[in-house]
């Protein structure tokens, strides 16, 4: 068995086993390389992508590309946030929009752990909608959604609006469920909720690395891939030293403030309810916009706690905190860009460039511009 010298102190390992494994060569890279500047904010050397006939010191830091389950982190020896860069739940389906609503009235079918409590506390700071497990739950809680309009159909773990999709009637209905299969359908569950077409949407998050802690409101952007489609083109974050209440008390516009307090209201929903959770980063979208009658919805639509797409711009953040101790806010974005030729700030930290097999050609970069304390 391999093993690395206990002397060499705190080791920084990449973790890809999730269930989003299968993912494109540059997401792949993009981790590896976020994983070496974590590693360096540490202090820590990097051993690359764990290996299980490998033997590693105890003082380890993992960087899973998903949020784990309680069995695997205790295989992984990975007890408290201060382990590992993401987040541990006790049942798989807690990690998936599944957890974000309750079941429709009537229900009998959900996962083990299922919590029929949380959906009712949460269910004033998220869009309507419900989970559902069956096929007959499906149809139940579309039926009750068209009563008021669109409804949009998600699959529990798609990224950046990946396996989504607006049901019109049973018939669209029928064929999304078809889709996916029963079997899945069963074991996953499936996501019903109130449409919103103008919507937009925040991010609000926290994170703890060591002795640093930070906490951000921020916005996606799109840009048009290789493919001519709309896809994650980056994140721009107001980033500010500490936690939460640090971040509630700066000056910011009121759709901010009002997804920071229903993401702090998820997040002690989540924290109170499913003993065994734990996260180090954790990331909330909220969206906000009008339905097609013109009624106002505002709601968390999905938590991650993992790394992810905004984490180049939160490890910029968390390094200039690191190297300023006078820097109180920092603004941090991300940016992706496809095709050649990418324009990139000569103050620019480039975390990703090639031609993935799928994708083609992107670069990927963060820039942080920081406010000193007055």
Not at 45 to 60: K, T
Request: aromatic share 8%.
């Amino acid at each position: 068995m391999n093993a690395l010298p206990s002397d060499e102190g705190p080791v920084v390992i990449v973790y890809s086993e999730g269930r989003k494994a299968a993912r494109g060569q540059h997401e792949i890279e993009t981790q590896l390389e976020l994983a070496r500047q974590i590693a360096a904010l540490m202090g820590a050397s990097f051993a690359g992508v764990f290996d299980p006939a490998r033997q590693y010191p105890a003082n380890r830091y993992m960087i899973p590309d998903d949020t784990l389950d309680s069995r695997d982190a205790r295989r992984l020896n990975l007890a408290s946030e201060r382990d590992l860069y993401g987040g541990v739940v006790p049942f798989p389906f807690v990690a998936t929009k599944v957890v974000v609503h309750g079941l429709p009235p009537g229900a009998r079918e959900a996962p083990a752990g299922w919590v029929p409590a949380f959906g009712e506390r949460v269910s004033a700071i998220v869009l309507p909608g419900f989970a559902a497990f069956t096929r007959d739950d499906a149809h139940a809680a579309a039926s009750r959604l068209w009563r008021d309009g669109a409804v949009r159909l998600k699959r529990p773990s798609g990224i950046g609006g990946a396996g989504q999709a607006v049901v019109a009637d049973r018939a669209a209905l029928d064929a999304q469920l078809d889709d996916i299969g029963d079997a899945v359908l069963r074991a996953e569950g499936v996501v019903l909720e109130r449409d919103l077409p103008d919507i937009e949407t925040l991010s609000v998050g926290r994170l703890r690395l060591g002795d640093l802690e930070a906490s951000y409101y921020g916005v996606q952007r799109p840009t048009t891939n290789n493919h001519g489609h709309q896809v994650y083109g980056g994140s721009g974050l107001v980033v500010v030293r500490g936690d939460f209440d640090a971040l509630t008390r700066i000056d910011m516009p009121a759709e901010a403030r009002k997804a920071i307090e229903q993401s702090r209201a998820f997040d002690e929903a989540v924290s109170e309810t499913f003993d065994g959770f734990f996260a180090s980063r954790r990331n909330y979208d909220v969206g906000h916009g009008t339905d097609a009658h013109g009624q106002a919805y505002c709601g968390v639509l999905e938590q991650s706690w993992r790394i992810g797409g905004a984490s180049g711009a939160e490890i910029g953040a968390l390094r200039a905190f690191r190297d300023d101790p006078a820097v109180r806010i920092v603004r941090a974005s991300t940016t992706e860009v496809y095709g050649a030729n990418a324009a990139v700030p000569a103050d620019a930290c480039v975390y990703y460039h090639g031609i993935d097999p799928q994708a083609g050609e992107i670069t990927k970069y963060c820039t942080v511009d920081g406010e000193r304390a007055r």
